[in-house]
C-alpha cells in the first residue's frame, strides 16, 4: 500500500477568516483517507484559525517558511521555535522565495537545520527555471539545491525531510511539466540523497512533485513509481479541486 502526502500551499492567501471557510468546506467533503497525509500551508496569520477548526485530524499543517535563528531582533520573522506549536510541517525555500527574496542554498540550508531542529518537517523545494531547461542544466541545478539545502543535516536528520521538485516555469503556469519529464528528475534527487547519505536514506526520501496540479493530470503524477506525493499551489484554494485531487491519491493509494 503506498502512502501519500498531498500538501496545500496556500501562498499569500486567505485571511484567518477565509481561510475558516475554506477548512470548514474541504471537512464538508471529506471522508476517510487512510493512506493519505493531506497539509495544509496557510499564511501565518491564519494558521491559528485553521489549527481550531480542523477536526478528527483530517489535516496536518505547515507553514511557509521559516527564519533560520529560532529567536532575536529579526523584525517581522517567524521563526520554527513559534511554529512547533502550531505547525508540523514548513516549505523551505520554495521558489518564490528563491526568486524574489533572493533566498540562497546556504540560507535555505539554515532554515531545513532550524525547521529539523524544532521538530518540523521541512519540504526542501528545488526545481530549474525555463532558461536552465533550454540550456540542459536542470540536472546540475537540481543536484546543487540538493546538495546545498541539504548541507546542514546528518545521515540521521535526512530521514525527516521531504524533498518537492517544482520545475519553476510550472509553477503557477498550467503548464505542468509531462510525467515522463518528472520522472528523470526524480531519479536524479534519489541517486544524489544516495551518494550524500546513502541507499537506505534514498530509498526511503518522500519526493513530491508540484507545479500546475490539476484533478485532470493528479493521477499521471501519482502513478509515477517513485513519487510520493504533490505540491500543490493554484487548486488547494478550491476546495472543490483540492478534495478531488485528496480523493484520488486515496483512491490509487488504496489500489495499490
Ligand atoms: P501551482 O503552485 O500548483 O499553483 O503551480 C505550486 C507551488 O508553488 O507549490
Known amino acids: 500500500m503506498k502512502h501519500f502526502t498531498i500538501v496545500?500551499?496556500?501562498?499569500?492567501?486567505?485571511?484567518?477568516?477565509?481561510?475558516?471557510?475554506?477548512?470548514?468546506?474541504?471537512?464538508?467533503?471529506?471522508?476517510?483517507r487512510t493512506h493519505v497525509t493531506s497539509v495544509l500551508c496557510p499564511p501565518f496569520v491564519s494558521i491559528p484559525a485553521v489549527k481550531a477548526e480542523i477536526q478528527d485530524d483530517l489535516f496536518k499543517l505547515g507553514a511557509q517558511n521559516l527564519n533560520e535563528k529560532d529567536e532575536g531582533a529579526f523584525t517581522g520573522e517567524?521563526?520554527?521555535?513559534?511554529?512547533k506549536e502550531l505547525a508540523d510541517y514548513v516549505i523551505v525555500g520554495h521558489s518564490e522565495r528563491r526568486h524574489y527574496e533572493h533566498e540562497t542554498d546556504k540560507r535555505i540550508?539554515?532554515?531545513?537545520?532550524a525547521a529539523l531542529r524544532n521538530g518540523l518537517t521541512p519540504i526542501l523545494c528545488v526545481g530549474e527555471k525555463l532558461s536552465d531547461k533550454q540550456d540542459g542544466h536542470t540536472r546540475r541545478v537540481v543536484v546543487d539545491?540538493?546538495?546545498?539545502?541539504?548541507?546542514?543535516?546528518?545521515?540521521a536528520e535526512i530521514g525527516k525531510v521531504i524533498v518537492a521538485y517544482e520545475p519553476v516555469w510550472a509553477i503557477?503556469?498550467?503548464?505542468?511539466?509531462?510525467?515522463d519529464q518528472v520522472e528523470p528528475?526524480?531519479?536524479?534527487?534519489?541517486?544524489?540523497i544516495e551518494e550524500m547519505f546513502g541507499e537506505a536514506a534514498s530509498g526511503s526520501l518522500e519526493i513530491l512533485y508540484g507545479g500546475s496540479v490539476s484533478p485532470d493530470n493528479v493521477k499521471a503524477y501519482l502513478v509515477i513509481e517513485h513519487i510520493n506525493g504533490l505540491l500543490v499551489g493554484g487548486a488547494s484554494l478550491n476546495f472543490e479541486q483540492f478534495t478531488a485531487i485528496m480523493d484520488t491519491a486515496a483512491s490509487i493509494s488504496d489500489g495499490r
Not at 172 to 179: F, M, Q, W
Not at 185 to 192: C, D, E, F, P, Y
Request: net charge positive; glycine share 12%.
Open 8 to 32: 496545500g500551499n496556500w501562498k499569500m492567501h486567505q485571511t484567518p477568516e477565509q481561510a475558516v471557510r475554506l477548512v470548514a468546506r474541504l471537512q464538508e467533503k471529506a471522508k476517510p
Open 78 to 83: 517567524v521563526s520554527g521555535a513559534m511554529l
Open 109 to 113: 540550508a539554515k532554515k531545513v537545520a
Open 145 to 155: 539545491q540538493l546538495q546545498g539545502g541539504l548541507s546542514q543535516i546528518t545521515g
Open 172 to 179: 503557477g503556469t498550467g503548464e505542468s511539466a509531462a510525467p
Open 185 to 192: 528528475v526524480v531519479n536524479v534527487i534519489r541517486q544524489t
